[in-house]
Each structure stands twice: as C-alpha cells, then as structure tokens.
C-alpha cells in the first residue's frame, strides 16, 4: 500500500487549506480513515478520522475549523482545514484509523502568525 498526501503549504494564519490523500494497492472503502500530524519536536498525533459510514471524530484542537471526507471512488481522503493557526504547522499524513498500512511523506503544512 502506498499513501500519497498533497495539498499542503504556506500560508497565513486564518488561511485554509485542502489537503488530499489518495491510495494505491489497497482500499480505503473498508476501512476507517484518519489524518494525522507531527508538529517539529512532537510526536505524531491523531487530528480526525471518518468512519467507513462517514461518522466524523476530531481531536479538540481543531474540532470546528478541519473539516474529514472521503470519496471511495478516487480512494481519496481529504482534509478541509479553515482558520488555521500557527499551531497547527506540521506534516500532516493520513493512514487507516488503526495506522495500519505503511506510513506515506507526508505534506508539510507551515501556518505563519
């Protein structure tokens, strides 16, 4: 299995972002999905999954701002994330709920206050 995510940049503080993640070699329509950050010097950390019946969960850090959706028929994850804040800078990678398949890149994704 291979995850590839794209989307991310720089941007202002407030700004929005979509992020996108689209597997190959194996399916996403089965399982639950999440994205996931490593801000520098951090650990990885869980910010939002989707269920296989689109039930939504976020970490409390970005509940009301990121937005999870998924499309099984591109095998895409996406990541809508609005009002961003400097905080919330790091590499953001998506994986099954379970972090189960091979971890991809990544995105970077640098907010500037």
């Known amino acids: 299995v291979q995850l590839q995510a794209s989307g991310g940049g720089l941007v202002q503080a407030g700004g929005s972002l979509r992020l996108s993640c689209t597997a190959s070699g194996s399916t996403i329509r089965f399982n639950a999905m999440g994205w996931f950050r490593q801000a520098p010097g951090k650990e990885r950390e869980r910010v939002a999954y989707?269920?296989?019946?689109?039930?939504?969960n976020y970490a409390d850090s970005v509940t009301g701002r990121f937005t999870v959706s998924r499309e099984n028929d591109k095998n895409t994850l996406y990541l809508q994330m609005n009002s961003l804040k400097p905080e919330d800078t790091g590499v953001y990678y998506c994986n099954t709920h379970s972090q189960s398949w091979p971890w991809g890149q990544g995105t970077l994704v640098t907010v500037s206050s």
């Open positions: 989707i269920t296989t019946a689109d039930i939504t």
